[in-house]
Nanobody, 122 residues
Framework: VQLVESGGGLVQPGGSLRLSCAAS????????MTWVRQAPGTGLEWVCSIYTDGRGTYYADSVKGRFAISRDNAKNTVYLQMNSLKSEDTALYYC????????????????WGQGTQVTVSS
């Protein structure tokens, strides 16, 4: 099983980034997919989730209206489009096969990637 995130980097406030998470080794289309993040010195924060067929999505209030999660089951990939980025979005972003509103720790359950760093700074 592998989840590999990509697309992170340094971006100025107000800018955009698109994260990708490529999955392999399990039946991707059977799983909720979730993005969570961890800022320096803080706990894990659930960001958003998408249902197996892509029809249901949930977002944390902190990103609602700025971030969009999507998935392509034919490519076994989940995406996170991040717009209007703020300094407080700076974090290590993980994709994981956990349910919405996840409150556990990294890799407590489900499958997890290694994370991709997003830094929002001028």
């Amino acid at each position: 099983v592998q989840l590999v995130e990509s697309g992170g980097g340094l971006v100025q406030p107000g800018g955009s980034l698109r994260l990708s998470c490529a999955a392999s080794g399990f039946t991707f289309s059977n799983y909720w997919m979730t993005w969570v993040r961890q800022a320096p010195g803080t706990g894990l924060e659930w960001v958003c989730s998408i249902y197996t067929d892509g029809r249901g999505t949930y977002y944390a209030d902190s990103v609602k209206g700025r971030f969009a999660i999507s998935r392509d089951n034919a490519k076994n990939t989940v995406y996170l489009q991040m717009n209007s980025l703020k300094s407080e979005d700076t974090a290590l972003y993980y994709c994981a096969t956990v349910l919405p509103f996840y409150r556990g720790g990294v890799a407590d359950s489900g499958y997890w990637g290694q994370g991709t760093q997003v830094t929002v700074s001028s």
